[in-house]
């Protein structure tokens, strides 16, 4: 607990005796000047001054604790105010394009009610988001929880199926599940041996993956093609990746800093080898912030945090990478008829390119990325409907090199070569006739034929 200092105490003490010296009234009496009044006098002085000196004590012992639960309270309150003010502040605003850009502070407010529990609070203010932003199916589906629990259960469902049919974030998706009396995806088996009678198309998920579109992609290739369609859950932690905008930070900073006297001072009183800070990126981070700790704990956390957000920017892993990873790990399980294709959404790229959909080695393996077909990558809105038809026709595209075709050139085709995301919508969900017969006879399947082909 904390003290109250050793010269306030002596002096406290000091003024007590001096008192209990000096007095000559108690209760309007004369005390005699001898050694036993004395001693009684000073003693009766302290068993009433004494209490009052313990309270104050106490008093001066409470007072920090007091003062840090006050100032906790304070700062949770002023934090709802601010985050209040900045809400309404937007839900004013008389220029729409305005305050649309400024929206997340509704947001912010909103899950600031949401974590305490004020759902029904919460509610206006998501609607006021809502009226800028519609197309934010997280608040839409909290919404949609709001009307349920009022009991507006039609209304609830409503824009719970349209959350379920366009949100591309599982998270999402599970908030409104019970509101449409729906399971939760079960999960994919791990990795195992099977023996397929026959080809058969092993979807092999990499890394996080959206459940429920891997599901729905397994169900139209399989009607499609009338070729068995597994899913297999592979490999959660992948090898690092090949660029990474974290990678590109460390490098850009580490020469200044390193540089810097102060911190040369510090490795050295430390007795840290600056050329390792060179190579080891992880031991650059956890040493700046160390070293910031010494003199300002809220910048060490700042460059802590903002070192975590770049690793998750901008991450992008070489095909060769992980292609190599998959073989490994499938090796002692995959058999002759496997037909597997990897689906991530981690963002792939090789040698000769900023980026690509997906990379194929024929008659071994295929893996698509659907990063960049999502909504949030490209500045659209969320609409899984889309994210799905542009992983099939990236499917179709793949399949036909997995079984040793060449590229396509007839526009109506989802094989043919995109160069751009708008060039690959303008392909169709089905194949050329040529394209469609030579996997036919290939695989011995009769692929579905597009109405115009019939």
Avoid at 119 to 140: C, H, R, T, V
Avoid at 338 to 363: I, Q
């Amino acid at each position: 607990m904390p003290k109250l200092s050793s010269n306030l105490h002596n002096s406290f003490l000091m003024r007590l005796l001096r008192s209990a010296r000096n007095d000559k009234t108690m209760s309007g009496h004369v005390i005699a000047r001898n050694e036993v009044t004395k001693q009684s006098h000073i003693c009766r002085i302290l068993q009433v001054l004494l209490p009052v000196y313990f309270l104050l004590i106490l008093v001066f012992c409470a007072m920090p604790f007091t003062a840090n639960a006050l100032s906790i309270g304070n700062t949770v309150s002023d934090d709802a105010a601010r985050l209040k003010v900045a809400a309404e502040s937007v839900m004013t605003q008389a220029n729409n394009v305005t305050a649309s850009s400024d929206v997340d502070h509704i947001w912010n407010y909103v899950d600031h009610l949401w974590a305490n529990d004020q759902q029904i609070e919460a509610k206006q203010y998501i609607e006021a988001g809502l009226s800028l932003a519609p197309f934010n199916y997280k608040y839409q589906a909290k919404l949609a929880l709001i009307l349920a629990k009022q009991g507006n259960n039609a209304e609830a469902f409503d824009r719970a199926s349209i959350v379920y049919q366009k949100s591309e974030d599982p998270a999402t998706v599970k908030l409104i599940l019970g509101l449409l009396g729906k399971d939760d995806a079960a999960p994919f088996k791990p990795v195992e041996k099977i023996e397929f009678a026959s080809p058969t198309v092993v979807l092999l998920t990499i890394g996080d993956i959206n459940p429920l579109l891997v599901k729905e992609l397994q169900h139209k290739i399989s009607d499609f093609s009338g070729l068995a369609t597994v899913v297999l859950s592979g490999p959660q932690v992948l090898p690092p990746p090949d660029r990474s905008y974290f990678k590109s930070e460390i490098k850009r900073m580490r020469g200044t800093i390193l540089a810097m006297p102060e911190v040369s001072a510090y490795l050295a009183t430390s007795k840290i080898d600056a050329a390792e800070l060179r190579t080891n990126d992880e031991m650059f981070v956890q040493t700046m912030i160390k070293f910031l700790e010494q003199s300002n704990q809220a910048a060490a956390d700042s460059f802590g945090k903002n070192m975590q957000l770049a690793k998750l920017r901008a991450q992008q892993w070489k095909y060769d990478t992980l292609r190599d990873y998959i073989i490994e790990k499938v090796k002692n399980f995959r058999s002759q008829n496997w037909l597997l294709v990897g689906v991530t959404e981690c963002d792939l790229f090789m040698e000769d390119s900023n980026y690509v959909f997906a990379g194929t080695n024929p008659h071994a393996q295929a893996i698509i990325s659907y990063k960049r077909f999502m909504g949030d990558f490209n500045n659209e809105p969320q609409n899984r409907k889309r994210l799905l038809a542009r992983l099939f026709k990236q499917f179709l595209s793949v399949f036909g090199f997995l079984n040793g075709m060449i590229r396509c050139t007839f526009p109506d085709c989802a094989r043919v070569f995109p160069r751009t995301l708008a060039e690959h919508d303008e392909k169709p969900e089905h194949l050329c006739n040529d394209c469609r017969q030579t996997l036919d006879k290939l695989l011995k399947i009769s692929i579905q034929k597009p109405e115009k082909q019939r």
